[in-house]
Structures are given as C-alpha cells and as structure tokens.
C-alpha cells in the first residue's frame, strides 16, 4: 500500500512540473496530458489498495489459529441478507478474535429453527466457530459467491446455530443500527393495517429499500416482467421523492435565505432516506446525484447532467472502489446516461395532442431509451430478455410517483398511530394489483427470451455501436455511419468468433449432491446424462450451456461405459458391477454409493484414475480416498476439486 502511496505522490509532482514547463508553450503539453492521466491511475490503484481489508493489519485473518481450531469471536451485526433454504445470512463486523482487537468483515450462516428471530443490526454477539474461506464453485461457469463476496471485502464465513451465540451488551448504536431500528419501528407501526406477506415485504422494497423478505415466486414475477428496477431504491425514486419534498417545501421559499435553507432541508431528508433505506450502491448513486441537482435546482444554478454523473461517480469510487463492480451501480448508471441521451431524441419523433397520450408517449420514450443502456449489461449478467418490459413500465411507471406519495402518507400516518383508512385500504390494493399485473406479464412465457450467450467482447461492442448511433442521430455525419456499420460486423463476428470456439469434444462430470449429473459436448452441442428428470434444465447445465453457447439434447440415462476417442469410461453405480472385458478402461466413476471392494476393481481393471461425485456417501468417499492413496492412484472427488473434465 505504501508503494503505490509513494507512486501516487511521485506521478503526481511529475504533473504538477509538467504544468509549470508547458503551460506557457505548445509544443509537449501532450507529456503533462499523460502525466495526468497517470496521476489518476496511480491514484485509482491506491485508492484501491488502501480499502482493500486483507491489506490492513489489524484485519483479522492475521491472528486466525494456524490449526484449523474454533476461534473465539466477538462480532456486531451490520446488515441482514436474504436466507437461503437452510440459514439466515448476516453480514458481521468481527470485534474480538481470541481476545484480540481486529477489524474485518464475515458472512456469518445462522442455522434456521423454529423459535428463531433475526438478529438486530448493531447486536453484540459471543461464539466459538472455526473461520473458513468461502470456496469457489465446484462446476464450470457457475455463478461465483466468492467472487461476489470478495467484492464486498467478505473473504470468509462461519456457521453457527443459535444455541452457541450469546448476546452481549451493547453500549453504542451505528447509524445503520437506527436506520433497521426505524424499519422494524414502520413495520410494527404497519402490523394493525393488516397487510399480507405479500404486501408487506412490496412495501418494504418500494420505500424502504429491503428486499429480502419478498418470496421467490413474486421476485421472479417483477424479474421477467423487465420491472425489478421498481423494487430497488435507485434514481427514479429518489427523483420522485425529491420532487415531493420540493413541493412540500416549496413555502420555505418566502422566509429570509429561503432558497438555501430549502436546500439545506432537502439534502437532510434525502440523506436520511438513503440511510434509512440501506444505503446499497444503486441509492448513494441516486443520492449524490440528486443532491447535486437539489442545490442547482434551488439555488438557480444551471447544472450539466454529464458533469453531474461524473461528479457521483468519482466521488462515490474515490470512497468506495469496489462500487464499480457492483451490478446494480454499473445498470444505475448506464440506464441514467442512456435516458439523458437518447429520450430527448426519441420524443422529437411524435408530439402527441393530448396530455394523457403525451405522458404516456415520454414514459415510452423514456423506458425504451433506458434499454439502450442496460440491455447489453443485462444480457452479461442475466442472459434473458424481457421483452414486454415496455408494457409494464407503460403501465405502472406514470403512476410510480402517486404509488410513492400513497405510500409514504400511509407510513406517515402509521408512525403517528392513525388507525386502518380507507387509504391504506387503497395503498394494499394498489400493490395487490401490482403484484397481479405483473403475475400476469411474468406468465407470457414466450415474450420471455431465456438463456441468451453473451461475452464480455459482446458487451464492449454493443456499447460502441449504440454509442456511434447516438452521435449519428446528433450530428448525421457519414464517419458515424461507417463506425456504426463496422460495429455491426463487428458484432455480427463475435457470434462467429463464438461458434469457432466451441469446437472441440470434452466429457463432464459435474458435482451434484445426491444426483449424477454427466455431460458429453460435441462441438456447439451439449448431451446431458443423469438420473434426474429433465437435468437439462438444472441451474448446473443451463449455466455451462449459456457461457459456452451450447445447444443443450434432452436428458438420457447414463450409459455404463463412453468411450472417448481412444479412452474409455466406466461407470459403476449401485449395482456394484464392473465386470468388463476386451475393454482397457482409463478412468472409472463411481456413483450413487455402490458397495464394492475398490481394490479389487483396480486390480481387475487397472484404471488410470478413480472418481467420486457428489451423489455418494461421504464415509464411503472416505474409504474410497484411503484405498487409492494406499494403491498410489490418483483420486479425484467432484465435492472437494470440483467438475471433472476430460478433453479428448
């Protein structure tokens, strides 16, 4: 960290004397445009080093227990994740390690029972647990948690139940410790208007930012509707919230210094409503940058919106690198530029009449100018496309304002204890009927367009091309036609580039717990072996299809033995049998736990390598792994290693 410090420092004097020698001359200024540039660089990698937590010493993988031992471990609650099927997740601060002061942040798994509660944010935990590295996924191109986490500046995790974790007292409360108390005080305030689950967890994602109470069925709903972006506090709600204020502040104006203690007010409120709505990448986002245009607006400065994205973005990056990797920072963004771009163009096509159609016309405009941002991300990460996105932002984005301003009276009036109205009644129908419609949207299946192949490469020259359009349809000039046509070959080669490289043949043995799951590729297509019913469905081979744009066939039973090119496969199931003959057998897989004298096999068959999936007993991979350390023969177990592949 200090090295980069001192190169940060150093490019920086190189620029600051590059100024001074040329800013009198012409000739060189491009050396002191280097050096800046450079300066920035060196500043970025600094920047970034210095919040890496690994870095710091006080971290606390620097005092774990060189034995693989529990550790002693004090730590603080700071945010509530979404449970999966078997724990409640939370993000913790880790106080105390083995009685010494660190620092540092873990995913900690709570197991679920019935009697649980969830942790408070800014709780004081005590436990033994062993600290362990969060693993890389077992199969190729799976979605990568750790990587995920590591973004996050979460390196490790541990499992807990909540019979060995004891809670200490507490004597200083964080600001996000308010924030989840002032939620959980709305939702308490909330209880007597007798919303459903349903309605409730809605609510809490619309307007207060926490999505991890909404059931699977309804997020997967919003998802392939193309409105999930309804349910993420970003810049339209924070632009709608801001208007509301702006008006309901707007009397202020008439006081001594109005305009600025407007302002003041303002920002206050919309800072508080960050904090209180969690303060996730896609909110500070909309929040710098609404402040920005807050003071513009109140104050009578004319504001750039480009300069105003730059500012957000820089200074959000200068304190939190790791944003730029965030997904919902990264489509924040684009759709923000992309909408500030290319609605004014496409409202110029038709000016309609009358008020409800031409609001109905900027809605349009302004949904489908935000596609020209996000799609291309979209694709990278999701690889599907909604395509009647445009319907269900046409319906329910004009409305979205009065949904909010609904919504924050009715929690208004909750907190001052007002009994059930007829406007909660209201607001519950409203988000009934949301959930509805976009039921309803999520069930056309066949405007749903899944399991899209998209490369980084892909991503790069979509954003030229539509970048080159733009400034086609600005200036109508012939180099941007030209660029414009050449990124559509361009474009056009990558899916060629794509098909060249999935020639070639391998064999698969993916890992999945209590099932065989095989896969054979052959050039673009991918034949899938297992005892499960349509496995070419499962999240496992869908995922490996989609990164490598493969054509997934229909499920078969697993054969007994492949044969791959000049070697050959085994497969010993339940039955135990392994009688072959005439057949010099390579590798042998074992599955679904067969009883059999493993030294035997290897004597009978005399394989090259042994291995183990992940639908066998673990006492029974164990046996296995001391038999072919004892016999010098390579073992290979799918549920430590991961997916074993076979190149032939």
């Given at each position: 960290m200090l090295s980069s410090f001192y190169i940060s420092v150093g490019v920086t004097l190189i620029s600051v004397l590059f100024y001074f020698l040329f800013k009198k001359k012409n000739n060189h200024t491009f050396l002191f445009g280097i050096a800046t540039y450079l300066t920035f660089i060196a500043f970025g990698i600094f920047v970034a080093t210095a919040n890496e937590d690994l870095n710091k010493k006080g971290h606390f993988s620097n005092f774990l227990n060189e034995t693989n031992t529990e550790n002693t471990i004090v730590f603080r609650v700071s945010e509530l994740l979404k449970p999966n099927a078997f724990s409640q997740r939370y993000y913790v601060d880790v106080l105390k390690l083995n009685n010494e002061t660190v620092e540092?942040?873990?995913?900690?798994?709570?197991?679920?029972?019935?009697?649980?509660?969830?942790?408070?944010?800014?709780?004081?935990?005590?436990?033994?647990?062993?600290?362990?590295?969060?693993?890389?996924?077992?199969?190729?191109?799976?979605?990568?948690?750790?990587?995920?986490?590591?973004?996050?500046?979460?390196?490790?995790?541990?499992?807990?139940?909540?019979?060995?974790?004891?809670?200490?007292k507490n004597n200083a409360n964080t600001l996000s410790g308010y924030a989840a108390s002032f939620r959980n005080y709305i939702n308490k305030k909330l209880s007597p208007y007798n919303y459903s689950n349903d309605q409730l967890s809605i609510i809490n994602a619309l307007i207060l930012g926490q999505r991890q109470h909404i059931t699977k069925k309804v997020y997967d709903s919003y998802t392939n509707a193309g409105a999930i972006h309804i349910l993420a506090v970003s810049g339209l709600h924070v632009g709608i919230i801001l208007l509301i204020l702006n008006f309901v502040f707007k009397p202020v104006e008439r006081l001594k210094n109005g305009r600025f203690t407007k302002t003041i007010i303002l920002l206050i409120l919309l800072w508080m409503y960050a904090l209180i709505a969690g303060g996730s990448a896609s909110i500070i986002r909309a929040t710098t940058m609404f402040s920005i245009v807050a003071i513009g607006m109140n104050l009578k400065r004319p504001t750039n919106i480009y300069n105003t994205l730059t500012i957000s973005v820089f200074v959000l990056l200068l304190i939190k690198p790791n944003f730029l990797f965030d997904v919902g920072f990264q489509l924040s963004y684009a759709a923000v530029i992309a909408i500030v771009s290319f609605q004014p163009i496409l409202e110029r096509?038709?000016?309609?009449?009358?008020?409800?159609?031409?609001?109905?016309?900027?809605?349009?405009?302004?949904?489908?100018?935000?596609?020209?941002?996000?799609?291309?991300?979209?694709?990278?990460?999701?690889?599907?496309?909604?395509?009647?996105?445009?319907?269900?932002?046409?319906?329910?984005?004009?409305?979205?304002?009065?949904?909010?301003?609904?919504?924050?009276?009715?929690?208004?009036?909750?907190?001052?204890?007002?009994?059930?109205?007829?406007?909660?009644?209201?607001?519950?129908?409203?988000?009934?009927?949301?959930?509805?419609?976009?039921?309803?949207?999520?069930?056309?299946?066949?405007?749903?367009?899944?399991?899209?192949?998209?490369?980084?490469?892909?991503?790069?020259?979509?954003?030229?091309?539509?970048?080159?359009?733009?400034?086609?349809?600005?200036?109508?000039?012939?180099?941007?036609?030209?660029?414009?046509?050449?990124?559509?070959?361009?474009?056009?080669?990558?899916?060629?580039?794509?098909?060249?490289?999935?020639?070639?043949?391998?064999?698969?043995?993916?890992?999945?717990?209590?099932?065989?799951?095989?896969?054979?590729?052959?050039?673009?297509?991918?034949?899938?072996?297992?005892?499960?019913?349509?496995?070419?469905?499962?999240?496992?081979?869908?995922?490996?299809?989609?990164?490598?744009?493969?054509?997934?066939?229909?499920?078969?039973?697993?054969?007994?033995?492949?044969?791959?090119?000049?070697?050959?496969?085994?497969?010993?199931?339940?039955?135990?049998?392994?009688?072959?003959?005439?057949?010099?057998?390579?590798?042998?897989?074992?599955?679904?736990?067969?009883?059999?004298?493993?030294?035997?096999?290897?004597?009978?068959?005399?394989?090259?390598?042994?291995?183990?999936?992940?639908?066998?007993?673990?006492?029974?991979?164990?046996?296995?792994?001391?038999?072919?350390?004892?016999?010098?023969?390579?073992?290979?177990?799918?549920?430590?290693?991961?997916?074993?592949?076979?190149?032939?």
């Open positions: 540092g942040k873990v995913l900690i798994n709570v197991a679920k029972d019935t009697l649980q509660t969830n942790l408070p944010i800014d709780g004081i935990y005590l436990t033994n647990s062993n600290i362990v590295e969060i693993k890389p996924p077992l199969n190729p191109d799976q979605f990568s948690y750790k990587n995920y986490l590591e973004k996050q500046q979460v390196h490790f995790q541990l499992y807990v139940n909540s019979n060995n974790i004891l809670q200490l096509i038709w000016t309609p009449k009358y008020k409800l159609t031409n609001l109905l016309w900027k809605t349009l405009t302004v949904t489908v100018s935000a596609q020209f941002g996000i799609i291309p991300i979209s694709l990278y990460y999701f690889h599907q496309f909604p395509s009647l996105f445009w319907l269900s932002n046409l319906i329910v984005i004009p409305f979205l304002g009065v949904i909010l301003g609904l919504g924050l009276l009715v929690i208004t009036l909750s907190i001052f204890g007002l009994p059930k109205t007829i406007l909660s009644d209201a607001f519950g129908m409203v988000i009934n009927w949301m959930n509805q419609f976009f039921g309803w949207i999520s069930n056309q299946e066949s405007f749903l367009i899944v399991d899209i192949p998209f490369t980084f490469l892909q991503v790069v020259i979509s954003y030229l091309l539509i970048f080159s359009i733009y400034k086609l349809l600005q200036i109508k000039n012939y180099n941007w036609l030209k660029l414009s046509l050449v990124m559509v070959i361009g474009l056009q080669a990558t899916y060629i580039i794509n098909r060249l490289e999935t020639k070639g043949d391998s064999f698969l043995v993916f890992h999945k717990n209590r099932a065989t799951l095989i896969g054979q590729k052959h050039n673009n297509t991918l034949a899938v072996f297992s005892d499960l019913q349509k496995a070419e469905r499962n999240t496992i081979i869908r995922s490996f299809a989609v990164k490598n744009s493969l054509k997934t066939l229909s499920t078969k039973p697993f054969n007994s033995i492949y044969k791959l090119k000049d070697k050959h496969l085994l497969i010993v199931d339940s039955l135990g049998v392994f009688n072959v003959k005439d057949i010099k057998i390579d590798y042998v897989l074992l599955t679904q736990s067969p009883k059999l004298n493993l030294s035997r096999l290897i004597d009978s068959l005399n394989p090259q390598v042994i291995i183990a999936d992940g639908n066998n007993y673990k006492s029974y991979i164990y046996r296995w792994k001391e038999t072919c350390d004892k016999q010098k023969l390579p073992f290979y177990q799918t549920g430590k290693t991961g997916a074993f592949i076979i190149e032939y």
